[in-house]
């Protein structure tokens, strides 16, 4: 195989007449067979080209024809491939981006210093300093001993790094240097313009200083801007790699590191999954954090609610069916809501009331414009990775939307959070009741989850504050539970058809005013099983609006955030990761009451 040569040059001069002159470089060098990128601008011409050595002797005979560009000398090397892709001709404003103003090298650039005269002062140790003004991914490759890097990611940051050297330099010889001269055409005069007075820029860069003496004082490769990424002092190409992720160059020891992965990421940029993870918790963190400041259902906003058609309505009129299923709504009301077109078909279409409905079909309840009850939105993630969140939920707040509330709700918060995603609780919680909680970021991890919940096998600890003192440390209640809720969505104990329950006690502490603290493990998972059970045993949960003292019942399930607080709060969960299958156990007990 034929060795490729390889050209970069560039050159200051002011040109015209760009367009027509990009069209007729860009059809030969494709005609030629040349690789590579030429960049045209009004302040002159840089070009980094590569194919065969006649061929290139073609392409510079037409730039010498340029005016302006007569006699351009560009710097050679040879490669055993073709390390461009493609070929590039592209007009720019500047060739190399810069964008101070009143800089133009094509008149005045810096005084510059052969390669062999910088050699010849490095050997006498001469006392200057060398200024690396390349960016910062390049000089991992290499650079002169004891250069001084300019620390930018980008050649537009280079006034501000200059800003930030000391004032002492300003009187002292400084020599900058870049891959190939390039960037200190224009780094030089700014330099001077700010006050540097002894200011020298190495003709031609690294890349003629390896051509004409070689690596001495040099350390490392030099990195270059091509599939070669690195050419050792004999400009030789070497053995290293990019990222393709941080655009890092890689020695080839560099990518032995096992954080080294082929478009993906290298030892610079590597991040684990623990910083991920905890990167994506702060991300989300602050994204519930929006929500303290301005709940989503604050404000008046058109809802509309959705009713499913279950099997044993099918056939009949949407009148009826909605009389029966809503029935603490009249008929009478229901045929007014329908004339006035505020029951729709899931795609918004307005009914009538002698439609026929078919099971499964899902149909709309417009409602009218309102805003929803205040309540906490002080939600703190715990965990989370790509199969589960952890978080401990404030009270007031509602898991679903039901009743006054729709927005502000934990389902929704995790919607907007998480979007697209939608995430789904793995057990319930009470809007009153605070605490850790267990969320599903799938359908797959849902179905993990959800049947570790409904089989008992997941580890469950609450802790009430409690009227009065139970005169043992430990009990337990086995009242069953009724199965469906009375009408203000209250469950009661129910000896004869309710569900059988069961949950372990033990006091923590018995307090001066009355009060007890006690803990609490459901073994089963009936609805307000906790609640209920302290009630039945003569020991209700201080601040409980619905279970009250001497087997009282009353009016409310959500409190409002006037309210006293519910003292009830989830402590501790431990459940199987549904991945991983490792045991997971998370507690927070940080808000004693």
Request: charged content about 25%; overall charge neutral.
């Amino acid at each position: 195989m034929s060795l490729m040569t390889n050209i970069s040059t560039y050159r200051f001069a002011p040109l015209s007449g760009l367009k027509p002159l990009r069209e007729r470089l860009l059809t030969q060098c494709k005609e030629w067979k040349l690789k590579g990128t030429i960049l045209l601008s009004p302040e002159g011409i840089n070009m980094f080209v590569a194919g065969s050595r006649d061929k290139i002797d073609l392409l510079m005979q037409e730039i010498w024809k340029i005016p302006g560009l007569e006699g351009l000398e560009p710097k050679y090397s040879e490669s055993e491939h073709q390390p461009f892709t493609r070929m590039l001709v592209r007009i720019k404003k500047e060739i190399i981006a810069f964008g101070v103003e009143g800089i133009d090298p094509s008149k005045r650039t810096s005084p510059k210093l052969k390669a062999a005269e910088l050699k010849k002062w490095l050997d006498e140790g001469r006392p200057l300093t060398l200024f690396d003004t390349r960016n910062d991914y390049e000089i991992k490759l290499g650079t002169f001993q004891g250069a001084l890097p300019a620390g930018i990611n980008h050649f537009r940051d280079f006034p501000l790094a200059v800003s930030k050297l000391p004032e002492k330099m300003k009187d002292e010889p400084v020599v900058m240097f870049c891959t190939g001269g390039i960037r200190c055409e224009k780094a030089g005069p700014y330099m001077e313009s700010v006050g540097f007075k002894h200011i020298f820029q190495l003709d031609g860069g690294i890349l003629k200083y390896f051509e004409e003496v070689g690596g001495n004082h040099y350390q490392g490769d030099c990195f270059v801007f091509d599939q070669r990424v690195g050419v050792d002092p004999s400009l030789a190409e070497t053995p290293d790699s990019q990222c393709f992720a941080c655009l890092s160059p890689l020695t080839s020891e560099e990518q032995k590191d096992n954080r080294y992965v082929l478009g993906k990421s290298c030892l610079y940029c590597y991040v684990s999954p623990q910083e991920k993870r905890l990167e994506s918790m702060k991300k989300h963190q602050a994204a519930f954090d929006v929500f303290k400041e301005k709940l989503p259902g604050s404000e008046p906003y058109e809802n509309f609610r959705p009713v499913k058609v279950p099997k044993e309505f099918d056939g009949q009129t949407i009148l009826d069916f909605l009389s029966r299923i809503l029935s603490h709504i009249s008929q009478s009301e229901w045929e007014k809501e329908i004339q006035e077109g505020k029951i729709l078909t899931h795609h918004k279409v307005r009914v009538e009331k002698n439609h026929v409905i078919k099971a499964g079909e899902r149909y709309l309840h417009k409602l009218p414009m309102a805003s929803e009850p205040s309540v906490s939105a002080d939600v703190k993630i715990l965990f989370e990775d790509e199969m589960v969140i952890v978080i401990d939920k404030p009270a007031p707040l509602p898991v679903h939307a039901g009743g006054r509330f729709n927005r502000n709700t934990l389902q929704y918060f995790l919607n907007e959070v998480y979007a697209p995603q939608r995430p789904r609780p793995a057990h319930r919680l009470d809007a009153n009741t605070s605490g850790v909680m267990v969320i599903a970021r799938s359908r797959h991890s849902a179905g993990h989850l959800q049947s570790q919940f409904a089989q008992g096998k997941v580890e469950k600890v609450y802790h009430a504050k409690v009227v009065g003192h139970p005169k043992v440390d430990h009990f337990s209640c086995s009242a069953p539970i009724s199965s469906e809720p009375d009408e203000c969505g209250s469950r009661t104990v129910d000896t004869h058809e309710g569900l059988e329950a069961l949950t372990e006690f033990k006091v923590l502490q018995r307090n001066s005013d009355g009060t007890s603290l006690v803990e609490a493990k459901p073994i089963t998972g009936r609805t307000n099983q906790i609640r209920v059970h302290l009630w039945h045993l003569g020991f209700p949960i201080v601040g409980d609006l619905l279970y009250l003292a001497n087997q009282k019942l009353g009016k409310t399930q959500t409190q409002s955030m006037h309210d006293e607080p519910l003292c009830l709060r989830s402590v501790k969960v431990s459940f199987v990761h549904p991945l991983s299958r490792e045991l997971l156990s998370f507690e927070n007990v940080s808000n004693r009451f």
